[in-house]
């Protein structure tokens, strides 16, 4: 009487077990004020990150790529969205240094301008890794000629670049710190 219950159950946990689970939800992210400059790529960040975690929810069921290339993109996503929160604080906290002082402000500005630029860049790059993970879920992509993978190599290729981009950002946070 228990035995049947209990082999139903055992085979529901193997079930289960066998379910690879989604990639973990990005981080929440405070966006800076309106007025600042990283205001904008922070949204297309926020933006981005929710695509992303939405698109490998999709690849993670779909099994058509490993597992192991979706937890590689997923840490590289968020070790980059990590790095570049880390730049729009910097900005952030640099305009509130030029508005304070007016014998910093023309350095601060050229600065703020620089680190705005590197923020941008490194958004439109994260932007290209999810067009890159959006190219994978095309339906019909593994039925043309090396289709999908054309479209992992894509992948592959856009979550290095970004992994480029992360730990070049945080090598320069490294080296602020030291100087501080």
Same mark, same amino acid.
């Given at each position: 009487?228990?035995?049947?219950?209990?082999?139903?159950?055992?085979?529901?946990y193997?079930?289960? /077990?066998?379910?690879v689970?989604?990639?973990?939800r990005?981080? #929440?992210?405070?966006?800076p004020?309106?007025s600042?400059?990283?205001?904008?790529?922070?949204?297309?960040?926020v933006?981005?990150?929710?695509?992303l975690?939405?698109?490998?929810?999709?690849?993670t069921?779909?099994?058509? +790529?490993s /597992?192991?290339d979706?937890?590689?993109?997923?840490?590289t996503?968020?070790s980059?969205?990590a790095?570049?929160?880390?730049?729009?604080? /910097? +900005?952030?906290?640099m305009?509130?240094a030029?508005?304070?002082?007016?014998?910093?402000?023309?350095?601060?500005?050229?600065?703020?301008?620089?680190a705005?630029?590197?923020l941008d860049?490194? !958004?439109d790059?994260?932007?290209?890794l !999810?067009?890159?993970?959006?190219?994978?879920t095309?339906?019909g992509?593994?039925?043309?000629?090396?289709g999908?993978?054309?479209? #992992?190599?894509?992948? !592959?290729?856009a979550?290095?670049?970004?992994?480029g981009?992360?730990?070049?950002?945080?090598? +320069? /946070?490294d +080296?602020? #710190?030291?100087?501080?």
């Amino acid at each position: 009487m228990f035995a049947v219950p209990a082999v139903m159950a055992l085979n529901r946990y193997r079930e289960l /077990d066998a379910v690879v689970p989604p990639p973990g939800r990005p981080a #929440r992210r405070s966006l800076p004020s309106p007025s600042s400059v990283a205001r904008a790529p922070m949204e297309r960040l926020v933006h981005s990150e929710r695509a992303l975690h939405g698109i490998l929810g999709v690849l993670t069921r779909s099994a058509t +790529i490993s /597992d192991d290339d979706i937890e590689d993109t997923h840490g590289t996503a968020r070790s980059a969205a990590a790095a570049l929160h880390a730049v729009a604080v /910097d +900005i952030v906290a640099m305009e509130s240094a030029a508005s304070g002082s007016r014998a910093a402000a023309p350095s601060l500005h050229r600065a703020i301008a620089s680190a705005a630029a590197q923020l941008d860049d490194g !958004v439109d790059q994260f932007e290209e890794l !999810v067009a890159a993970a959006a190219e994978v879920t095309v339906p019909g992509a593994s039925g043309a000629v090396g289709g999908l993978a054309c479209e #992992r190599a894509e992948l !592959v290729s856009a979550t290095e670049k970004l992994a480029g981009l992360a730990a070049a950002l945080g090598e +320069i /946070d490294d +080296i602020v #710190r030291r100087y501080r």
